[in-house]
């Protein structure tokens, strides 16, 4: 069960909706705007913010800084303060698993199988706000996140920064204390496991076969990330038709683009101007 104490949904000072189970969610005839809140053993909150807007964006965050920080996590207004698209910021429930949890990638724990509910989630909202199109992002943890959910919507663009694509690849410090906290695992043979059988932790995997999505892949070019989840995953898609990167140095090691570039970056895919079809082909 989640840690009551860790989360508290009152410090973002906005009105909240409770639903008390995915079901409910599921059916329910209006989705009001600000903090949607699915109840169950970790509750799924939710920032929902629709505009009227033709793009939705959809907002994965990071790690969290710091053990034992407050839950929910709402990040990447920065990013998209400049303009009014309909806004969907995600937090990730598999932290709630325990106080000290700061990497979950939104893979969800025993009690949440959180890659096969948050899909449904996210056409719910998607649908209720209205867009033609749909953008998911998020550096690092919510980059993996990105990839992941994007390509069960044919059509959208997923805005990776940093991301981890294979999971056995980042510190194995992570790995275990995640599997432990969400999925009980004790010993290395169990955490093995879970990332083989209660969740997809290989983008590889998830890609098989076509690229229904498209992939704009953000890279700093030092960050250790390049070898170990860029390239394997760049090179095990089928087609690159529909994916382009950004790689440049914005310092040592894994560090992500100042607010101000990604704003851009961010802004320029979401522009009504722009041509998703025509971007990529090069047009």
Same mark, same amino acid.
């Given at each position: 069960?989640?840690?009551?104490?860790?989360?508290?949904?009152?410090?973002?000072?906005?009105?909240?909706?409770?639903?008390?189970? +995915?079901?409910?969610?599921? =059916? &329910? $005839?209006?989705?009001?705007?600000?903090?949607? @809140?699915?109840?169950?053993?970790?509750? /799924?909150?939710?920032?929902?913010?629709?505009?009227?807007?033709?793009?939705?964006?959809?907002?994965?965050?990071?790690?969290?800084?710091?053990?034992?920080?407050?839950?929910?996590?709402?990040?990447?207004?920065?990013?998209?303060?400049?303009?009014?698209?309909?806004?969907?910021?995600?937090?990730?429930?598999?932290?709630?698993?325990?106080?000290?949890?700061?990497?979950?990638?939104?893979?969800?724990?025993?009690?949440?199988?959180?890659?096969?509910?948050?899909?449904?989630?996210?056409?719910?909202?998607?649908?209720?706000?209205?867009?033609?199109?749909? +953008?998911?992002?998020?550096? =690092? &943890? $919510?980059?993996?996140?990105?990839?992941?959910? @994007?390509?069960?919507?044919?059509?959208? /663009?997923?805005?990776?920064?940093?991301?981890?694509?294979?999971?056995?690849?980042?510190?194995?410090?992570?790995?275990?204390?995640?599997?432990?906290?969400?999925?009980?695992?004790?010993?290395?043979?169990?955490?093995?496991?879970?990332?083989?059988?209660?969740?997809?932790?290989?983008?590889?995997?998830?890609?098989?076969?076509?690229?229904?999505?498209?992939?704009?892949?953000?890279?700093?070019?030092?960050?250790?990330?390049?070898?170990?989840?860029?390239?394997?995953?760049?090179?095990?898609?089928?087609?690159?038709?529909?994916?382009?990167?950004?790689?440049?140095?914005?310092?040592?090691?894994?560090?992500?683009?100042?607010?101000?570039?990604?704003?851009?970056?961010?802004?320029?895919?979401?522009?009504?101007?722009?041509?998703?079809?025509?971007?990529?082909?090069?047009?």
């Amino acid at each position: 069960m989640t840690n009551s104490n860790r989360r508290d949904v009152s410090r973002y000072a906005r009105n909240q909706t409770v639903f008390s189970s +995915l079901n409910e969610f599921l =059916s &329910a $005839g209006h989705l009001p705007s600000e903090i949607l @809140s699915i109840e169950g053993a970790q509750p /799924l909150d939710i920032f929902y913010l629709p505009t009227g807007s033709a793009t939705t964006i959809v907002s994965f965050h990071a790690a969290i800084a710091g053990q034992g920080a407050n839950l929910p996590m709402f990040s990447g207004f920065k990013v998209t303060q400049d303009w009014m698209p309909n806004q969907i910021f995600i937090s990730d429930p598999g932290l709630l698993a325990s106080d000290d949890l700061t990497i979950g990638w939104f893979s969800g724990t025993r009690d949440l199988p959180l890659q096969s509910v948050l899909p449904k989630v996210l056409s719910k909202l998607i649908d209720a706000a209205g867009g033609s199109r749909t +953008l998911f992002w998020g550096p =690092s &943890a $919510g980059g993996f996140a990105a990839l992941f959910y @994007s390509r069960f919507f044919p059509g959208s /663009l997923a805005v990776p920064v940093n991301p981890q694509t294979i999971l056995s690849n980042f510190n194995i410090a992570h790995q275990r204390k995640y599997t432990k906290a969400a999925f009980g695992a004790e010993t290395a043979e169990q955490h093995e496991k879970v990332f083989a059988t209660r969740l997809c932790s290989d983008l590889r995997d998830h890609y098989d076969g076509e690229t229904p999505n498209y992939i704009l892949y953000v890279q700093n070019i030092t960050d250790p990330h390049v070898e170990l989840h860029m390239n394997p995953f760049l090179d095990s898609l089928n087609s690159l038709n529909r994916v382009r990167t950004i790689m440049d140095d914005w310092g040592a090691g894994h560090v992500a683009p100042a607010s101000e570039h990604l704003r851009e970056i961010i802004g320029s895919m979401s522009s009504p101007d722009t041509d998703w079809d025509r971007y990529f082909s090069g047009n």
